[in-house]
Nanobody, 124 residues
Framework: QVQLVESGGGSVQAGGSLRLSCVVY????????MSWYRQAPGKAREFVSS???????SYADSVKGRFTISRDKAKNTVYLQMNSLNPEDTAMYYC??????????????????WGRGTQVNVSS
């Protein structure tokens, strides 16, 4: 069973930093992109950043220059370094995987998945 476990959320003041982590468990014989999304109360879930299997990254305009995504494939982990946080960054942050390649289809465990989220609160 695939499981994504986020950590690193917390409460900080504006201008502070946090580093989120997401560890992926359970995939077998597949490669996948990893992304971060966030959802603030009363708002739709929105894209924050992604890292694909080739190492290419992308960011929402609202976080460019402040957030950095990185990935440790050996540890099946993706990180989100968040600097210069502001109250508009307050949200539940979710990790997501998108399967890109399946090897050994009859033996693989590969499907897209979401984590349960980690809460980030930024006070002014």
């Amino acid at each position: 069973q695939v499981q994504l476990v986020e950590s690193g959320g917390g409460s900080v003041q504006a201008g502070g930093s946090l580093r989120l982590s997401c560890v992926v468990y359970g995939y077998k014989y597949c490669t996948y992109d990893m992304s971060w999304y966030r959802q603030a109360p009363g708002k739709a879930r929105e894209f924050v950043s992604s890292s694909d299997t080739d190492g290419r990254t992308s960011y929402a305009d609202s976080v460019k220059g402040r957030f950095t995504i990185s990935r440790d494939k050996a540890k099946n982990t993706v990180y989100l370094q968040m600097n210069s946080l502001n109250p508009e960054d307050t949200a539940m942050y979710y990790c997501k995987t998108d399967v890109r390649k399946i090897e050994r289809p009859h033996e693989s465990i590969c499907y897209n998945s979401w984590g349960r989220g980690t809460q980030v609160n930024v006070s002014s």
